[in-house]
């Protein structure tokens, strides 16, 4: 039978006189047999190591050290796995963070507060993971804390920007006023209000919507592994460009399968799995261009710790970090947390959560009153990157104007961001000579 928790303990030597039982253990939940679990394990190792070195975390008087605690969750696969690896290791530790597949999590968060353990999720999206808990039933809920990604609600602001500079593209660059899209959408809970949004906001005009044409929705599994038939669909409908709502294995295929056909249509959105550096070997190559949200990129100084983190993470690793990794943010914001309360008792530790004010790999990471994070400029935007010469490059934001009524001259970008590129075969076939 599959070994549902693995119990690899990473016990990092500490420093500054640390005694052995002076330990706290966190539990990094997550499916570690694929990338985003063993995501989450690499940003955790990586802050651990680095908060050990510098002599552990100082609670009041007493010096502890981090270890780590692997709990492969299974969670792509199976809830019932995802449930029983945390039933078997929740009393063994102080924290949690990770957790990928918004179903798995809603339960694992369950066993998480029954026990009084705080949670900090670092890989599922759906807002009701703390809408309607949190804010609901504080006393319950109050132990659950989101730091990767962004709320689905604001993912889908997100990835709707970068539809936006996508649609921009289209119109300047071949003079295509109303841009037909096409949603390709994995048949998830999470997707299932970004789709519904998305579909009202296409064709909503500006500044509200898009003013673009939407041709249709196309839902297949997240663990298809072919696309060809909904891609062939979409060709039919005549779209411009591909909406993409893709956080599981279905995205390689898509990816693959876009590129194979060459079908003339832009695709971004979401495709989580184009935010790895095996993207294009994983396409065979076929993946170039594909855009989709993320929220690491090479060279792009999103803050002063994030090009040093992803050179370190790549150093180490061997390739970008996933925005599971974020469990590293999450292991300083526990740092910070538990040496603002002097305790580790578990109220005084979520109190000092809930006052986060964290520059982190990310941005500028603090809770609201549901405990997600602020999303906007200056806090935690998110990046749109796109496959060209072979890396994944971000292209927003770039020139984003947040609030052009109130704000008309306040533009917002980081450096390091290129320009969106029209993939090749997309812009001959729409070319005006070719009408």
Known sequence: MRTLVCFLALVLTAFGGVAASDVIRIGVVGPMTAMQGQHHWHGAVMAAEEINQAGGIVAGERSYTIELIQVDSNEMVSVTDAVSAVERVVGRVHFLVGGFRTEAVMAMTEVAVE?????????????????????????EYKYLFRVAPVRSSDLAKLS???????????????????????VVAERLEWADPLVRQVEQLIAAPPPQGLGAEWVGTWRPSARAESVSS???????????????????PVGVPF????????????????????????WLDATGGFGAYAATAD???????????????????????????????????GLYILKAAVERAGTLAVDAVVGALEETDHVGTIGRMVFDEKHDLIWGPQYVTGLGVQWLDGEALAFWPKNWRPDPVNLPDFEFGYPGAVPYQIPPWVLEHWAPEND
């Open 115 to 139: 026990h009084g353990v705080p949670f900090l999720i670092a890989g599922a999206a759906a807002d009701a993971l703390l809408a309607g808990r949190v804010d609901a039933d504080y006393d």
């Open 255 to 278: 990816g693959r399968d876009w590129g194979r056909l060459e079908v003339p249509a832009a695709a971004v959105g979401i495709n989580v799995e184009a935010q790895s550096d095996k």
């Open 230 to 248: 909904e891609l062939t669909a979409v060709e039919r409908a005549d779209a411009h460009i591909i909406y993409t709502a893709l956080s599981g």
């Open 295 to 329: 929220i690491y990129a090479r060279e792009v100084a999103v803050t002063e710790r994030a090009i040093p983190f992803v050179e370190g993470f790549i150093d180490r690793v061997g390739e970008l970090p996933l925005y599971t990794a974020a469990t590293y943010d």
């Open 160 to 182: 709707i920007l970068l539809l936006i500079d996508v649609v921009q593209r289209f119109r300047e660059d071949l003079g295509i006023a109303v841009p037909r899209v096409a």
